[in-house]
């Protein structure tokens, strides 16, 4: 069965520091993972993925996240914070192998950037 | 570009009421999906559907329906609305779910904010 922790339920920064929130994964076989952003209010955007090519991703708004294996982790990075970048962040797992044509999410961290 | 239109945004209901949420989508999408969110618990799946006429349950859909005419509909009514229904609603569509898993981009809907009392 397919599994996705976010270790981080909030992280606080200050705007232009850098950004981490991880994530880590059980998936029987190979899988895809995503993060999504939701703003308030909103629906969620995807912001990057993983479909097993290049095991770093370079996503919208300056976010990156480096599928590693061997560690089962999917941690999303930003190099310098914006006051947009406020908002809950979804890490997402599709995995192949459970025969379900779906998505497993995270519980969400929530973002917040201090001026 | 309308993408996925959800209706109503709002919602009060009284315990054992029935409603029907809409969703539409404009993208010629195979897939679609409603979902649930809650604090603290991510999104969860209550029903997807691969195509016009194929539904399939997903990972919470007791007390939920849904059916799929139409490629671009797919409306979700609950059945006798209770307390713990009480949630925010969403519906993602995608191009394609590919093979036994999902490698696509969903798009989601802003959302259907139900309330029961």
């Known amino acids: 069965a397919q599994s996705v922790t976010q270790l981080d339920s909030h992280v606080s920064v200050s705007e232009g520091t850098p950004v981490l929130l991880r994530c880590n994964y059980s998936?029987?076989?190979?899988?895809?993972l995503f993060w999504y952003v939701q703003h308030p209010n909103k629906g969620l955007q995807l912001l990057l993925k993983?479909?097993?090519?290049?095991?770093l991703v370079k996503g919208i708004n300056g976010f990156e996240a480096e599928f590693k294996k061997s560690e089962t982790s999917f941690h999303l990075t930003k190099p310098s914070a914006h006051m947009s970048d406020a908002a809950e962040y979804f890490c997402?797992?599709?995995?192949?192998?459970?025969?379900?044509?779906?998505?497993?999410f995270g519980s969400g961290t929530r973002l917040q950037v201090q001026p | 570009n309308a993408g996925v239109t959800q209706t109503p945004k709002f919602q009060v209901l009284k315990t054992g009421q029935s409603m029907t949420l809409q969703c539409a989508q404009d993208?010629?999408?195979?897939?679609m999906s409603w979902y649930r969110q809650d604090p603290g618990m991510g999104l969860r799946l209550i029903h997807y559907?691969?195509?016009?006429?194929?539904?399939d349950q997903g990972e919470v859909p007791n007390g939920y329906n849904v059916s799929r005419s139409t490629t671009e509909d797919f409306p979700l009514r609950l059945l006798s609305a209770a307390p713990s229904q009480t949630s925010v609603y969403f519906c993602?569509?995608?191009?394609?779910?590919?093979?036994?898993?999902?490698?696509?981009?969903?798009?989601f809907g802003e959302g259907s904010r139900l309330t029961v009392l």
């Open positions: 993208m010629n999408h195979e897939y």
């Open positions: 993602a569509s995608s191009y394609s779910i590919t093979g036994r898993g999902g490698t696509g981009e969903l798009f």
């Open positions: 993983y479909t097993s090519a290049a095991t």
């Open positions: 998936s029987s076989y190979s899988p895809s």
């Open positions: 997402v797992v599709s995995d192949p192998g459970t025969g379900r044509r779906a998505l497993t």
């Open positions: 559907s691969v195509g016009a006429g194929i539904t």
